[in-house]
């Protein structure tokens, strides 16, 4: 309150200087013209007709005192118009303040929503109308994403649990079964890792990017389908490559965990003799990365859906974390990029992702 009060002070002063210096300069103008002006008098005041002589018409002291007087009076008027113009320049910025002030103690869903006129004010309340929806946006994620992963570790949690659990009440237990119990909680934890290394690549992604080091898409996509060729062929399918050079800048760990999860997204959710394609290529000002594959009809409305946090097609699938094209999600946002998907008829995904085209490698 303090600071506003004073904001207005020192915006009435400065108007009413304003005021005051325009009014003295306007008694200067006015008061020098007649200190020079005569007035004509009659020579003889009794006689009638008589020939009239010059002389002054208003003396320089009564011009003083009468600008002295006017300008005493100006300076509350003044002051008083300042007060008054400032506080209705005020008025916006004070509504503003007000509902700012509401929204961070914890009503993200208000807005301040200012109409006309669009002055410098309605501006700065759109900006913060765009940031207030920002903010609710990545507070609403934010919550999902724990409710989320605390949903999916504490399955796996549940799970080893009541294995050692079951081992440990088993009076019979001979070694077999119990190596049999380590067997399964060694998978159990070798999911619950892969879980959290995933929910970090996520986190990290999201962070955005620390270093832009020029590096070729051709090349990152080759190193990646060279450590997943086995596991392409031992599910049947059938990979075509089209690798162009496409020089882009960006973190280089980061891309890569973009190509290889959406590698691993075409291999996992395909179909039986099903295929893929990984294509690189220059579009104008941009470098393009392309994986398409085969695989189940995805609905045209679900497809934004799957780049959401353990989202998934078919909900119960034991394969994979729904982490995957959310990665992919983050990584081109942290870069700037654009990210495009469609889903053929015939079933299958195809992602593309264009990358501002960089310096030559």
């Known amino acids: 309150m303090t600071a506003r009060r004073s904001l207005q002070a020192r915006l009435a002063i400065a108007y009413a200087c304003g005021i005051y210096a325009a009014g003295v300069l306007v008694l200067v103008m006015v008061d020098v013209p007649l200190a020079s ?3 004509a008098v009659p020579k003889d005041p009794g006689s009638r007709g008589a020939v009239t002589a010059a002389g002054p018409g208003i003396s320089l002291p009564q011009l003083l005192v009468g600008s002295a007087v006017a300008l005493a009076v100006l300076v509350p008027v003044a002051l008083a118009l300042g007060w008054y113009v400032a506080g209705r320049f005020l008025h916006p910025l004070r509504a503003i303040t007000a509902t700012a002030r509401d929204i961070s103690a914890g009503d993200l869903h208000r807005r301040l929503d200012l109409g006309a006129p669009g002055d410098e004010l309605t501006e700065l309340g759109h900006t913060l109308d765009d940031l207030f929806a920002r903010l609710q946006a990545s507070f609403d994620a934010q919550r999902h994403f724990v409710a989320n992963a605390s949903h999916e570790l504490r ?3 549940a799970g080893l649990r009541t294995l050692l659990e079951v081992a440990l009440a088993d009076p019979g237990a001979d070694i077999a079964t119990l190596r049999s119990a380590c067997q399964e909680a060694l998978e159990l934890g070798e999911h619950q890792e892969r879980l959290v290394q995933a929910l970090l690549t996520l986190a990290t992604s999201e962070c955005g990017v620390t270093r832009r080091d020029p590096l070729d898409l051709a090349r990152v996509a080759g190193t990646v389908l060279d450590s997943r060729r086995d596991q392409a062929r031992r599910a049947g399918l059938g990979l075509a490559e089209e690798l162009a050079p ?3 800048a960006g973190d280089p760990r980061l891309i890569e965990s973009l ?13 039986t003799d099903g295929h893929m394609t990984v294509t690189t290529r220059v579009c104008g000002t941009q470098a393009a990365l392309t ?3 085969s695989g189940p009809v995805v609905p045209g409305d679900q497809v934004q859906r799957l780049f959401q946090p353990f989202q998934k097609l078919a909900a119960g699938r034991r394969d994979g974390y729904g982490l995957g094209l959310a990665i992919v999600h983050a990584v081109t946002q942290a870069h700037r990029a654009t990210l495009t998907a469609a889903a053929p008829a015939e079933g299958g995904l195809s992602v593309t992702v264009l990358f501002p085209r960089g310096p030559s490698a």
């Open 259 to 271: 190509v290889a999860n959406l590698v691993d997204n075409a291999i996992r959710h395909n179909r």
């Open 246 to 248: 496409a020089v882009t």
């Open 155 to 157: 399955t796996p949690l």
């Open 37 to 39: 002006i005569h007035a």
């Open 291 to 293: 994986v398409a594959n």
